[in-house]
């Protein structure tokens, strides 16, 4: 089944369902996956899906087995089929945790993984060999998983934040770090102070303001710097035990969105205090990296948002087994839809969705069960996709207002324009990209800093083309 993620047609009114799952076939201990990325494999010249997360026992996914004991990370690509390309397992003993494999990234050319190790214990990554006292990790690869370097630090590495000029990232709540590339070495380090609670949604994100910044939710603060390290603003939080925060997230223009949870008790951003719990709140970040509004969603947890066209969609969880995605207006928060999914940790899209999690109880897709492994209770790691039949894009969405060619493109493409527009560059997995600014009439784009692939370009009006950009 052909499962590459192109954006579907807006409005249409499809059933998404759970397809294609992947997932752990041995062991009786937890596994979880932690975090995805698309990529284009320049040495296949295929779109690969790849994925990161911890385990604590026998790893299989179909193609190789890992025994437990070495390596408590696990890194694996797949064809868009679901089929295992590759896959290995690195770092500290594999009873260290599930939290090993944080965060994972991709610039156009390379993978970089980060996550936590055990500092009690030598790390191994590919035979190169972390001595203890490091409690974090940043590698680099190459999309068909050949280690370039690894990179060993003080503490854990939450979030790094990749695209094809730059890599930062989170260490340990107390360093924002911009790394060399090509090299791994610090080019700066920026003070930061994190609650070190919940590290999985302390993220860094893109927002576009009145400069280019670079969010970071901490937990106890909202922190914005620049791409020379500078902070330049924060928003204070102050939360009850348990509460939670999401990742934030770009949205097309020029707002951002993140939302908090709690059980009880009250919740304060930026010196406004919200109650009625439980309950989620999704709040606005504007140009000026300020709260805009924060409005209430629901009583339930919200783990991701995932904005598209004029609708949010919500990673939620209603109890600890109950995973959905809700689909909701962006202008009012009413409920469009909702699809049951496994508790996911991480997902990807827009209109169609890449998860990552784990499951604890049988899963059934198209017709299929999905046994866990050893009727084990433990969380067991999971990959699946959310779509519809309908997967493609609507080609007459652009309503002749904007046109390119050749199409495909090899770095150079002209577009047509029957107005002044903004066009907002995204993958196939709905990842933000960039924005192309171009005038009414024919404009030639340079697109040698955008990586292969699908590349989806919206205009200000919402008009939608696709443009195949290939690698020379």
């Known amino acids: 089944m052909y499962i590459l993620l192109a954006l579907a047609k807006p409005g249409y009114g499809q059933d998404l369902q759970l397809r294609t799952l992947i997932h752990n076939q041995k062991g009786i201990s937890a596994s979880v996956v932690n975090d995805m990325t698309y990529a284009h494999d320049n040495y296949s010249n295929t779109n690969v899906f790849y994925m990161t997360g911890g385990r604590t026992d026998t790893l ?7 025994n437990p004991g070495f390596g408590g990370i696990f890194l694996a690509g797949y064809d868009r089929y679901g ?8 770092g500290t003993t594999s009873n260290s945790g599930i939290e090993m494999g944080t965060t994972l990234g991709w610039d156009g050319n390379h993978l970089y993984n980060a996550g936590i190790l055990d500092p009690a214990y030598p790390a191994n990554f590919d035979g190169m060999i972390l001595g203890p006292g490091h409690g974090g990790f940043v590698a680099k690869y190459s999309t068909n998983g050949l ?12 979030h790094l934040h990749v695209d094809w000029g730059n890599l930062f990232i989170n260490h340990g709540d107390s360093e924002f770090m911009e790394l060399n590339k090509q090299t791994g070495e610090t080019l700066y380090s920026t003070n930061i102070t994190g609650d070190n609670n919940d590290i999985l949604t302390h993220s860094i994100s893109y927002h576009e303001g009145l400069y280019s910044y670079l969010a970071l939710n901490l937990g106890n603060n909202i922190s914005f710097i620049g791409f020379n390290g500078e902070l330049e603003s924060s928003i204070p939080i102050e939360k009850p035990p348990g509460a939670k925060f999401s990742p934030l997230v770009q949205s097309f223009g020029w707002t951002s969105y993140g939302s908090f949870y709690a059980d009880s008790g009250t919740v304060v951003l930026d010196g406004v205090t919200y109650g009625n719990m439980p309950q989620s709140y999704i709040y606005e970040l504007d140009i000026y990296n ?6 209430e969603a629901g009583p339930y947890k919200i783990n991701q948002i995932l904005p598209y066209n004029d609708y949010l969609y919500l990673v939620c969880e209603y109890d600890q ?3 959905r995605m809700v689909k909701v207006y962006e202008s009012t928060l009413e409920q469009v839809a909702s699809y049951p999914i496994f508790p996911t940790r991480k997902a990807m899209g827009a209109d169609q969705f890449i998860l990552g999690g784990y499951h604890t109880s049988p899963i059934v897709a198209e017709g299929l069960e999905f046994q866990r492994p050893n009727n084990s209770d433990q969380p067991n790691a999971m990959m699946g996709f959310l779509v519809s039949s309908h997967v493609g894009i609507d080609e007459e969405n652009a309503r002749g207002r904007v046109s390119i060619h050749p199409n495909p493109s090899t770095h150079v493409a002209t577009i047509i324009s029957l107005m002044d527009t903004e066009l907002y560059v995204s993958n196939p997995i709905g990842q933000h990209l960039g924005i192309i600014r171009i005038r009414k009439g024919s404009n030639t784009v340079d697109l040698s800093s955008w990586p292969a692939g699908v590349l989806t370009l919206r205009a200000d009006d919402g008009s939608v083309i696709r443009l195949m950009h290939r690698a020379p």
């Open 83 to 90: 089929n295992e390309l590759w896959s290995k397992v690195s």
């Open 60 to 66: 299989y996914f179909g193609a190789l087995i890992h």
């Open 290 to 295: 300020e709260v805009t509004s924060c409005r």
């Open 147 to 158: 280690l370039h370097w690894v990179r060993g630090f003080e503490h854990g590495i939450y």
């Open 321 to 323: 087994n109950d995973f």
